[in-house]
């Protein structure tokens, strides 16, 4: 088996949005991104903790689409791993010399196994330290990328993929026959990429970490005010799975936005994953609030190297919005008898 | 016209439920509600800033019910006043010796016209203040009652009703025919009673009052973690109407709760309704998020002054329900066009 | 006994700043203030909560100083009472027609007997509601004014007068020799005015509500960001006094202002007056933290009707900061063997 | 150069307290510590989130001392490492079996060039999972041990011993001619060990990692319920190093705790590090509270190989304490002319 690259973290994405006004209005002006770079036809934005270039690249285009996920990898000799891993796997490759993705040295760009494209890149121009800055910050607060999100018809062969270039895995949805969903790390927390099962190769959407629930909240709050409560998808609540507490926005163009803090550390080399029944219905709401059928089946397409969408192809698999009780097809919620609390710990 | 009491505020209410182990278990362990007293066949609860005796009283029947609500007026001359007030109006009347309710003086027990027993008292023993015991908080952290939300069959009479008792209006959901809600207030909150219309006369639910967001978020995880999630019904959200931050819970009965934080002042002499649109979707839920229909439909059945449960009228008027574009029969939220943000204030 | 005027609350307080744009800058700039009214001499400010004109006036003049302040009155009526109370105390009024407080109603200012410089209004013109403009909330995101704090010679006097003004006691410091320090209240919170025992009269600080804690900590840390952190003089903390969450700043002229919020319910009509010794440690913070001297000697001078500053007359009892062991002076904190905790409620 | 051991991030420490009781009403019922494991002269604690057997071993001894900290190294083979390490620097090195550290397995314990005891070890057993155990959080909810703060007379030694294991540098205090005191990582947060120059070996505090500012602020509050506010010595505040909220108590045996949150992802490879001037009033406090003497000045002696005391050598630099304005010994805060806002960043 080649080497993989040594992967640090989820770092950057990029977005195709077709009008670039509207996205700065959602992105800049509600959710509070910090603005690095801007022209007549790209944005490049990052959360206010963000030591490197950029989190999220907006460029205006024709259609609607995700363009390539960018991981940072530890060092220029990863690049050369990252190349020939993916060249093994008879995957396209391609490197663009530093500069050519703004603010970033240089890039090896892949159409991966599940068809995404990605970024890797083990330099980037540090930008001004905005932490301490609160009196600047505003919407969502967003402190940096966390994760992403992506849909995939098979969810094992994608955890196989990610599994073979190094990622943990630290939660699953799953009964006896199916994996229905994982979420895998490089770094420290609970995800970098996580999988829902779907229709692929789709971006179901990008993960920010913010520093308070609060930041959830006024979120939400900002938007009522000003009458766009529509971009509310989902939430906020608590999650099942990661303990995190969130809410999934959409964005002009449709594109899926989670706001997520509280999540947990999982550094340590036996970090055991965590296995969720798929009939439990606190496993993607730890409140077991309903998910909205949109939230399972709508996703952003993707783009290949040559710029041109990728096709989809059908789930292969059960699909999860078929077999958990959390759809807006279930029962209203009743009262229960009450059963035993759980025993006391040890 | 006869005098009115002159109402201080909504102090308790008393519950009927078919199992005392189970309610207690609910309101006590996971709600967190002090016990004020408790015998074989009664509970007397209240929060933590309560200083009077009792916020809600618990009682073993054999079918779950509301009992009396109760308000409690300035000085004993208003007891006298009620009494007048409700025999003028054609309704029947009790007075209670001080103690028949425990730890309260002399009451005044009427039905009202709208099908509700209603509890006016004007004296009450003093617990032990907790309100700085940060200590023995638990659950919810509910530091008092704050509002009493009914359904009625008729939302202008229950208006016409409380206006002649000299509540204020904080705020309706209306349209250019019909007032499909209102809420209105003695003490200088947002609301000691709220109108849903709806077959009556039935208890809607019972809102407390809590300090800090982060306690309705905390029930919520602690009814995840014990596997009690199906109590939560509606929420957490933001309420368009009066701004607080709420989620819904049920009891093992079926009775439905609210712990409720951050609404606003409400004591000047001329403070200005706000009026909502039933088309506005952010009147229920400031965040747009959808109302499952359980809440418009199902409450709590009352009782009369003989203990029998009362019959409930069909509503009389359009139902909210059906007009507003925030029940389960909702399209799912789609991503809208940017519109432009609202001219700055002055 | 003269009826006195029908006082709803605290409602507005006039300071005079000696550089109006260094006093824009932290009040409107950082602390996030509403505009109503500006010209080149005066700012007309409110919290988003507000539904009248102003919670503060800041006009331009040569020497920092506190004016009037003002109380709002139940009706038209009140301000004859008004009138015919100080008048009957041997107090200067004036009677200033409607827009000579820029809007408000007709206004009776008078002279009280500690010093003061109080107007009382009946109406106002009501401005934009801003309470769910959460898109524009900036800095402590103070809702409204929660109260006065005043530095008075002779704390028993004070208390005497404004009980006869109707107010109510809801706590106070003190020992079998000395009242310290008492809170009372007409709206129903914990207080509208409080007395602090030092040289008078002079405004020891003005009292802003917030909806939440989070507000309190975010404002220290945006002073931090931008290296205004001396603007802190003390907190942020937990009252002993009032269990408000609390941070203390220093405008440019030295005008102190408290962030509040979190107080208690006080409604009832025998709610009763919670007495704090002074040799408690928690009554001034309840996490113990020291009392930094200048807060308890630093205030702010007033004016009398003439524009005049008022002599101050030095304190006539004992200084509670001589005798609350919560000083600078105060040994720093040991450990302590563990106590017994406080036996569980009933 | 030996290679040092792959060191994965502070992972418990050792405490001798003169009464376990008193200890474990400190630790367990005020603090909400979780209980892995207890007998007559020894406790095993834990936070919420951890998966190790503990973060605290609490023993009973005659003098209060700091007995081992703890590593988590990556493999077995570390534990070699960790030996060979330690013996070519001379230290004095044991390896004991599994299972002598309880819930642990083989450990290698070393005496530090620093003096220090320190613990190595690989594996350890899992105990039950409490994550989303919301239900029996109590007192500061902590989650994890974050990092060990520890006195030594020569920062900048310090600091190169741990470069050697490997350490990253995230924040300094420092001016021309000293380093004052220095933040080094191996997990991706600020920090797992900090050196405050002073009279050493002693630890100055453990820093416990905790969710939410709520969960500092209400450890507070339950300390001032129960009248135990002497055990807060400093806070809470934001820090100006590290952007973590937090507070310092101190327990029966005057052991030092932070409970701290809210810090910063440190992992990427070229993390740049933050320098303080000491001059900065807000690097220990980013409000610029003053830092009570005893803060700089008092701390835990350590134990050696032998369970003796270890002799404690004076500070060999000048001290911060001395330095930094933010002693009591600092004038009080005055008002600030208003400066220019930093410019808007890009």
């Known amino acids: 088996m080649v080497t993989p690259p040594d992967i640090v973290r989820a770092a950057y994405a990029s977005l195709v ?5 509207a996205a700065r209005h959602f992105w800049v002006d509600l959710l509070g991104f910090v603005v690095t770079y801007e022209d007549a036809r790209s944005l490049y934005l990052r959360g206010y903790d963000e030591l490197t270039h950029h989190n999220l690249i907006l460029r205006s285009g ?3 689409a995700a363009g ?3 991981f940072r990898v530890r060092s220029g000799d990863d690049l050369a791993r990252a190349s020939a891993f ?3 796997l008879g995957c396209r490759t391609e ?3 530093a500069g050519t993705v703004r603010g970033t040295g240089e890039v090896v760009r892949v159409e991966d196994p599940l068809g995404f494209l990605i970024d890797f890149f083990a330099s980037s121009a540090h930008p001004q330290r905005l932490q301490q800055r609160y009196d600047l910050r505003r919407g969502a607060e967003v402190a940096r990328l966390d994760h992403f999100n992506i849909c995939v018809p098979d969810v094992p062969a994608a955890y196989s993929y990610y599994s073979s270039l190094g990622f943990g895995l630290s939660e699953t949805i799953e009964d006896g026959q199916t994996l229905y969903a994982a979420w895998m790390y490089r770094k420290q927390t609970v995800h970098d990429v ?3 099962g779907g229709a692929g190769p789709r971006l179901h959407h990008l993960g920010f970490f913010a520093h308070e629930p609060h930041s959830v909240l006024r979120m939400c709050d900002i938007l009522g005010s000003l009458s766009r409560q ?3 998808e989902r939430g906020p609540g608590r999650h099942g799975v990661s303990n995190a507490f969130y809410v999934y926005l959409r964005d002009p163009d449709g594109h899926r936005v989670e706001i997520y803090t509280s999540d947990y550390y999982t550094g340590d080399p036996d ?6 029944s798929v009939h439990d219905p606190r496993r993607r709401d730890f409140w077991g609030n309903a998910v909205i059928p949109s939230w399972y089946t709508q996703a952003s397409v993707v783009l290949d190297l040559d710029g041109a969408v990728r096709p989809v192809t059908d789930i292969a698999q059960t699909a999860e919005v078929t077999v958990g009780a959390d759809g807006f097809t279930a029962p209203p919620p009743a009262p229960v008898p009450p059963s035993a609390p759980p025993a006391p710990p040890r």
């Open 271 to 276: 970090h055991p994953a965590l296995r969720w």
């Open 95 to 97: 490197r663009l010399p």
């Open 194 to 196: 996580a999988f829902t």
């Open 86 to 88: 993916y060249q093994a």
């Open 68 to 70: 390539a996920l960018g």
């Open 17 to 21: 949005v077709t009008s670039l006004s």
């Open 62 to 64: 024709p259609e609607a």
């Open 230 to 232: 529509s971009c509310i």
